[in-house]
């Protein structure tokens, strides 16, 4: 049997948030108000992720949320302003400072000018030195597809919601080019995540980890994949048989659940009611393997949450 890592340990899920903005960049809570608002949600753990302005401090501890040491990193092209606006945006997330991070608290850093992936690169590289992982943020607001990003290497996810982009933009709100890139065998995993700016941003999209509540144990379990992302239904379960010929999923009631893998059109259940909570899908139903399979869930008010993939082959 094949179970999604999210699944194979019985840590208690904790629910987190990857990408916040503050009054220590461009956003509209201050830091001690975005963490009491996290907590009032539920979260057990935030990475304060301001532009360019690294952070490790805890500006509300008697709240008992984990911080995660973070910021967000950005590079634009040189002649954005002749031929329109693209842009390579990049979260980092990182250990405590006595753990290795390469960061300083407050350190700021200019944004970097790359036209192209090849360029972004040596920035990545850096980052990934300093002991960060780093996530790539909002492609469809950042006109990047995935030709654009496909060959940066290192970043252990991608956003595949984003609250800020899709309450704005209608973009990034359900695993653009997320497909794209695990169909050339490129093992990405993907977060849902608020990049929240103002109020009403915050607290739609999160990712729920299994792992112990700190921070070393929360890094090793994201970049392991053992999360999953929501913006409201829960997965309690998510595995591929023996022979892999069938896909199964235990959820939170569902008006639909998808079943996704390049290559294949998608498999569906459905639920008028709502009330699906569990759901089996045959791999043999289309010709030619599966390399991986990934599960979308949607519940009735059409809010929804992903898995990981379960990499077959």
């Known amino acids: 049997m094949l179970r999604q890592q999210a699944f194979i340990e019985k840590n208690k899920m904790l629910k987190g948030g990857l990408h916040t903005h503050t009054t220590r960049s461009d956003g509209e809570l201050t830091p001690e108000e975005a963490i009491k608002h996290?907590?009032?949600?539920?979260?057990?753990?935030?990475?304060i992720t301001d532009h360019r302005n690294y952070n490790f401090k805890d500006f509300a501890p008697e709240e008992g949320l984990t911080i995660i040491p973070g910021m967000e990193y950005d590079a634009g092209r040189l002649e954005s302003n002749v031929r329109g606006f693209r842009c390579f945006h990049i979260v980092c997330i990182g250990p405590a400072k006595e753990d290795g991070n390469g960061y300083e608290q407050d350190e700021l850093l200019n944004s970097?000018?790359?036209?192209s992936q090849v360029e972004f690169q040596p920035y990545l590289d850096e980052i990934h030195a300093k002991k960060n992982l780093t996530i790539y943020c909002h492609p469809q607001?950042?006109?990047?597809?995935?030709?654009?990003?496909?060959?940066?290497?290192?970043?252990?996810?991608?956003?595949?919601?984003?609250?800020?982009?899709?309450?704005?933009?209608?973009?990034?709100?359900?695993?653009a080019y997320w497909d794209e890139l695990l169909g050339q065998g490129i093992k990405i995993f993907g977060v849902a995540t608020d990049d929240g700016h103002r109020l009403y941003h915050h607290c739609k999209g999160w990712v729920m980890v299994n792992a112990e509540n700190n921070i070393n144990a929360i890094l090793k379990a994201l970049e392991e994949g053992a999360f999953y992302s929501s913006c409201g239904p829960e997965i309690y379960d998510f595995y591929v048989d023996e022979v892999k010929e069938k896909a199964y999923i235990e959820c939170?009631?569902?008006?639909?659940?998808?079943?996704?893998?390049?290559?294949?059109?998608?498999?569906?259940?459905?639920s008028a009611e709502g009330n699906l909570t569990r759901a089996e899908f045959d791999l043999r139903d289309w010709t030619g393997t599966y390399d991986y399979a990934r599960i979308t869930v949607i519940d009735k008010d059409g809010k929804y949450a992903w898995t990981n993939p379960i990499f077959i082959k």
Request: glycine fraction near 8%; charge should be negative; proline fraction near 4%.
């Open 38 to 47: 996290f907590k009032a949600n539920g979260y057990d753990f935030l990475a």
């Open 112 to 115: 970097a000018v790359a036209p």
């Open 141 to 175: 607001w950042s006109s990047t597809p995935a030709r654009y990003f496909e060959k940066l290497e290192g970043n252990f996810a991608m956003e595949i919601w984003n609250s800020g982009c899709a309450i704005e933009n209608d973009m990034d709100s359900d695993a």
């Open 252 to 270: 939170s009631g569902a008006a639909k659940i998808r079943l996704h893998c390049d290559g294949h059109p998608t498999l569906i259940k459905r």
